[in-house]
């Protein structure tokens, strides 16, 4: 559009028949523009994410005959709390709380007793991860602060359920009574922090409980950091796996988990767990019920990859690897994993044989085992992705452009293509999901929520979603 422009100011028409060529040029030129930018708009439109879920601030479908209760102060008191501290605006319910149950049955799933109450700051409630499983869309919300009743949870995807999806509240996974926290069964066996989720063939739920609830400059370990996997079709936790301590490091940050698994032999399955801030990756076997430490330069920060500028907000991160794809099995049986740093603009790739064999995977001189694809370039430091198994097409969330983007992973790492940008709307894509042929992206504007003050009048958090076919119109993948 910008060359048409200057073509059209640029001409020197000269003769006694200056206005009339003037004006068939024009009226060309004219055309041209239209055709072009309706080309354009057909390929935005098609290359494009839609909003499934909104949210202005997360609620939670309360127990109905349950209490929340306030930690700080009661909304309309005149003593105001300082912004900047944990201790933000508390909304207290009085009496029954909430609208019907969505699906009908969490109050037959175990909840906790009607005299308990919630510690619930709205304010502290931010989504992190996003996952579908049939029709439950998972959302997780880590205890980043005080004031998260709930960490993982879920909406559901019928229409039937929820006709406007808009400030739908999140309902406890697999009940209340797991999701407690401080646990008051004495059991132990609550979830404390959940990040992200990952959903496998065999219709099971992965995901790592941290096992710690962070408050402005301090950090509570409640639980040792454990795997859990459970059964989605009977709510049942199937393991938990504490992780090694030997494995973990003082600043380890398992926030991502990606799941090698071909059914029908689900026990021959493997997890991979990005360590952002130790700089590793820890794989477990669930056959033999145990994990090993990988190591690698390419799994540290890019010193020179570690500015961003994202919602007004100027800051450095140094989160390392933070998460990893897998590609559709290879003729030898495994499959290619890429991975990436948040402080990196780099993909490196490394075979599934080398991961999965532990003398393999945790000798200290891995040769040529790893390879580095390449340079995304600059602005292209990102949060989540995955691969579509079946295309090879990768998704990923680039932060620092408020945007996802595509690649093909047959071609050429300067392919990538943006699917969808939108500095207002889209600001910090967190996770990246596919699921049955669709990609689901969660936007949650998390440099606002940690260096700013979010509007909790207007919407925060979104939930996006098309299919890959729709999605990667009119692009490069």
């Not at 839609?50 to 003593?79: L, Q």
């Not at 983007?405 to 500095?423: A, E, F, Q, Y």
Request: aromatic content about 12%; hydrophobic content about 35%; some cysteine.
């Amino acid at each position: 559009m910008i060359m048409i422009k200057k073509m059209v100011e640029g001409q020197v028409l000269v003769g006694s028949n200056d206005i009339r060529v003037e004006s068939k040029f024009n009226a060309k030129m004219k055309l041209l523009k239209c055709c072009i930018f309706s080309l354009v708009l057909t390929v935005a439109i098609g290359a494009e994410l839609k909003e499934e879920f909104t949210w202005t601030r997360i609620s939670y479908d309360w127990p109905k005959s349950n209490r929340v209760a306030a930690r700080s102060y009661i909304k309309n008191s005149a003593v105001k709390p300082n912004r900047s501290s944990a201790a933000s605006e508390t909304i207290v319910f009085e009496g029954q709380t909430n609208s019907e149950d969505q699906d009908g049955d969490s109050q037959e799933k175990g909840d906790v007793d009607g005299s308990a109450s919630f510690d619930y700051q709205y304010e502290n409630n931010i989504p992190m991860g996003a996952n579908v499983w049939q029709d439950k869309l998972f959302i997780t919300v880590p205890r980043r602060r005080l004031g998260v009743p709930s960490s993982l949870n879920y909406v559901s995807l019928k229409k039937s359920k929820n006709p406007n999806r808009h400030n739908v509240p999140l309902i406890p996974y697999p009940s209340w009574e797991k999701n407690t926290y401080p646990d008051t069964s004495g059991r132990g066996d609550n979830f404390v922090s959940v990040y992200r989720v990952a959903v496998d063939t065999c219709d099971r739920l992965w995901f790592v409980d941290t096992g710690t609830v962070e408050t402005l400059g301090n950090v509570t370990h409640a639980k040792p950091t454990t795997l859990i996997i459970m059964d989605l079709q009977t709510d049942q936790i199937i393991r938990q796996y504490p992780i090694p301590e030997d494995q973990l490091r003082p600043t380890t940050g398992l926030a991502s988990i990606t799941l090698d698994v071909e059914k029908p032999d689900c026990e021959d399955s493997f997890a991979y767990l990005p360590d952002l801030g130790g700089y590793g990756l820890i794989v477990y076997s669930y056959r033999e019920n145990r994990s090993w430490r990988v190591s690698h330069n390419y799994f540290f920060l890019e010193p020179l990859a570690g500015e961003f500028f994202i919602a007004g907000h100027h800051f450095q991160w140094n989160d390392g690897i933070f998460s990893a794809e897998l590609t559709a099995l290879k003729p030898d049986g495994f499959r290619d994993m890429y991975f990436h740093s948040m402080a990196g603009t780099h993909v490196y790739r490394v075979s599934t044989r080398v991961l999965r064999n532990e003398t393999l995977a945790t000798r200290s001189y891995h040769g040529n085992d790893f390879e580095n694809i390449g340079d995304k370039g600059a602005l292209y430091q990102t949060s989540s992705a995955d691969i579509d198994k079946s295309s090879g097409i990768m998704f990923m969330g680039l932060v620092n452009q408020n945007a996802v983007g595509c690649w093909n992973t047959m071609r050429p790492l300067n392919s990538i293509s943006i699917v969808h940008k939108d500095p207002k709307r889209m600001i910090y894509p967190s996770d990246v999901k596919i699921y049955n042929e669709k990609v689901y992206v969660l936007s949650n504007t998390m440099p606002g929520f940690l260096y700013g003050r979010l509007n909790y009048d207007e919407t925060n958090f979104r939930v996006w979603s098309n299919s890959i076919t729709d999605a990667t119109e009119g692009t490069n993948c």
